[in-house]
């Protein structure tokens, strides 16, 4: 599901004539995310709020920057115009076997008026 150029959520399922969204926001959806500069998999999307989330299990052998734009790759098959949002911030403890991030999403959830479903191979 997209709204404004941006992937914000996935259809959870369908009733009638509607379709329920689950936000890239909520735990209980993960996405695996891509950098700017890649094609591989730098890590998993593991909710927030309506602004921003936190992505984890990120190796450290993976360099990030603040500022990066980053792009959903849900199951290999997304385009990478997919975009997710930016990250915020990176945090690492010596003894951690992976980073962790904070991502603030291009378009805030609070502010959506409109979204579309988004067929499969296809971009926005």
């Known amino acids: 599901v997209g709204s404004g150029g941006n992937l914000i959520g996935r259809v959870a399922g369908v009733r009638g004539s509607f379709s329920e969204v689950i936000f890239i926001s909520s735990s209980e959806i993960s ?3 891509v950098g700017t500069d890649s094609a591989e998999i730098i890590g998993v999307t593991q909710g927030g709020n309506a602004v921003e989330i936190s992505l984890g299990f ?6 990030l920057q603040r500022g990066m734009n980053l792009y959903s790759a849900v199951e290999q098959r997304l385009q990478k115009e997919y975009l997710i949002g930016s990250i915020d911030s990176v945090t690492s403890e010596p003894s951690d076997l992976f980073q962790r991030a904070v991502v603030t999403l291009f378009q805030p959830l609070s502010q959506i008026t409109y979204a579309s479903v988004l ?6």
């Open 119 to 124: 067929p499969m191979n296809t971009t926005l």
């Open 58 to 63: 990120i190796p450290k052998s993976v360099h």
């Open 31 to 33: 996405l695996q995310v």
